[in-house]
């Protein structure tokens, strides 16, 4: 499967960016969808994950309430709503796919895109 994520970019603290997640090369619907960051000289983080119908989702404590998590099944694409954006919010931001259920730990997703720039200016 492969994944190609996007909708990243510069912005000030407090605006909002919609970053996302097209699959291909498996049925869309098979997977659970989870998006991922890695700030410079840390590790990857767990952010938001999205079950395979879509009625299940998860989120980082640091993201609850400001971040929202979707799918289109339709058009084979996830996409992580962000608001009320913080400077700490600044990384790479990796979408992944997994053939199991909503996870937050990256062991379980067998296939990743490329990943996405987020800079928040303070």
């Known amino acids: 499967v492969q994944l190609q994520a996007s909708g990243g970019g510069l912005v000030q603290a407090g605006g909002s960016l919609r970053l996302a997640c097209v699959v291909s090369?498996?049925?869309?619907?098979?997977?659970?969808v989870g998006w991922f960051r890695q700030a410079a000289g840390k590790e990857r983080e767990f952010v938001a994950a999205?079950?395979?119908?879509?009625?299940?989702?998860g989120y980082a404590d640091s993201v609850k309430g400001r971040f929202t998590i979707s799918r289109d099944n339709n058009k084979n694409t996830a996409f992580l709503q962000m608001n009320s954006l913080k400077p700490e919010d600044t990384a790479v931001y990796y979408c992944?796919?997994?053939?199991?259920?909503?996870?937050?730990?990256?062991?379980?997703?067998?296939?990743w895109g490329q990943g996405t720039l987020v800079t928040v200016s303070s």
């Open positions: 992944a796919a997994t053939s199991g259920g909503v996870a937050e730990s990256w062991f379980w997703y067998e296939s």
């Open positions: 090369g498996r049925t869309f619907s098979a997977n659970a």
């Open positions: 999205v079950s395979r119908s879509g009625g299940g989702t």
